[in-house]
């Protein structure tokens, strides 16, 4: 008798029909991020009210709280960046619906049950890691920066902040979804482990080497001050020793399986 732990649920298909469900997949998911990119347009200025706040504060109340464009077209394609990312944000659950319907037929019963929890942890982990540097992390930051601009009392001439839109904007998005994808951290690991790839004693012995790239990767896709950095690395050195323990559990129940 077959068991259905140890077989596929489905009948093995020839690789071009692979290919043209792949395809009509990539499609929904192109489909999904248009839909979104034009519901989110509609609402472009309240989005950027959004990602513009934390700038906002901490510049306070005064005639200079504003952003500049210096090209014609620089805000429109900026509020076409703004939609698409709102789009991308807003669809994620199609993309992953996508994705788990083409992988899933080609996994064992027991991998499909095993692997579901990460499909509801990636945008779990992805949100948090997002909500941590717009509501933690960009406040001290921008308040960081700001706090070089000067009066003509102080210098010969005042230094005053005149952010481009476009850059401001590219700035604030890349970071939330650099943090987002960091975030991913365990989820990553504890799939690796699950393929045999590592095991929770190679995390241990690597867990210095580990931490010391973490502080590489939060220095080059962080602003360069130590308060972004620092609130990077941290989450991500907890998320490390999370992973640990994650993949400490992984490792024994695939010895403890016949």
Same mark, same amino acid.
């Given at each position: 008798?077959?068991?259905?732990?140890?077989?596929?649920?489905?009948?093995?298909?020839?690789?071009?029909?692979?290919?043209?469900?792949?395809?009509?997949?990539?499609?929904?998911?192109?489909?999904?991020?248009?839909?979104?990119?034009?519901?989110?347009?509609? +609402? @472009?200025?309240?989005? %950027?009210?959004?990602?513009?706040?934390? /700038?906002?504060? $901490?510049?306070?109340p005064g005639d200079s709280q504003r952003l500049i464009y210096t090209n014609l077209t620089e805000?429109?394609?900026?509020?076409?960046?703004? *939609?698409?990312?709102?789009?991308?944000?807003?669809?994620?659950?199609?993309? *992953?619906?996508?994705i788990w319907g083409f992988i899933a037929p080609g996994l064992y019963g027991k991998e499909r049950?095993? +692997?579901?929890? %990460?499909?509801?942890?990636?945008? @779990?982990?992805?949100?948090?890691?997002?909500? /941590?540097?717009? %509501?933690?992390?960009?406040?001290?930051?921008?308040?960081?920066?700001?706090?070089?601009?000067?009066?003509?009392?102080?210098?010969?001439?005042p230094i005053q902040l005149e952010a481009r839109v476009s850059e401001y904007l590219d700035l604030?998005?890349?970071?939330?979804?650099?943090?987002?994808?960091?975030?991913?951290?365990?989820?990553?690991?504890?799939?690796?482990?699950? *393929? #045999?790839?590592?095991?929770?004693?190679?995390?241990?012995? #690597?867990?210095? %080497?580990?931490?010391?790239?973490?502080?590489?990767? *939060?220095?080059?896709?962080? &602003? &360069?001050?130590?308060?972004?950095?620092?609130?990077?690395?941290?989450?991500? !050195? #907890?998320?490390?020793? !999370?992973?640990?323990?994650?993949?400490?559990?992984?490792?024994?129940?695939?010895?403890? $399986?016949?």
């Amino acid at each position: 008798m077959t068991n259905p732990h140890q077989e596929p649920d489905h009948v093995p298909k020839p690789l071009v029909d692979h290919l043209v469900e792949l395809r009509t997949r990539l499609l929904w998911c192109f489909v999904a991020i248009l839909a979104g990119t034009v519901f989110c347009y509609v +609402f @472009v200025q309240d989005i %950027y009210g959004f990602l513009v706040r934390p /700038l906002a504060d $901490a510049m306070g109340p005064g005639d200079s709280q504003r952003l500049i464009y210096t090209n014609l077209t620089e805000a429109f394609f900026t509020y076409l960046k703004i *939609a698409f990312w709102g789009g991308a944000f807003l669809t994620f659950p199609v993309l *992953a619906v996508q994705i788990w319907g083409f992988i899933a037929p080609g996994l064992y019963g027991k991998e499909r049950k095993a +692997f579901l929890p %990460y499909l509801v942890a990636t945008p @779990v982990l992805f949100i948090t890691g997002a909500a /941590l540097v717009y %509501y933690l992390i960009m406040p001290m930051a921008w308040r960081f920066f700001l706090g070089f601009q000067s009066t003509g009392a102080e210098t010969a001439l005042p230094i005053q902040l005149e952010a481009r839109v476009s850059e401001y904007l590219d700035l604030v998005m890349v970071l939330m979804f650099a943090f987002g994808f960091c975030f991913q951290l365990p989820v990553l690991l504890s799939l690796m482990a699950r *393929a #045999g790839m590592i095991t929770d004693a190679v995390l241990v012995r #690597g867990r210095r %080497y580990a931490i010391v790239l973490i502080f590489v990767v *939060a220095a080059v896709i962080t &602003p &360069p001050d130590v308060i972004s950095q620092i609130g990077l690395a941290i989450p991500l !050195i #907890g998320l490390y020793e !999370i992973s640990i323990l994650l993949v400490r559990r992984i490792v024994r129940e695939r010895a403890a $399986a016949p």
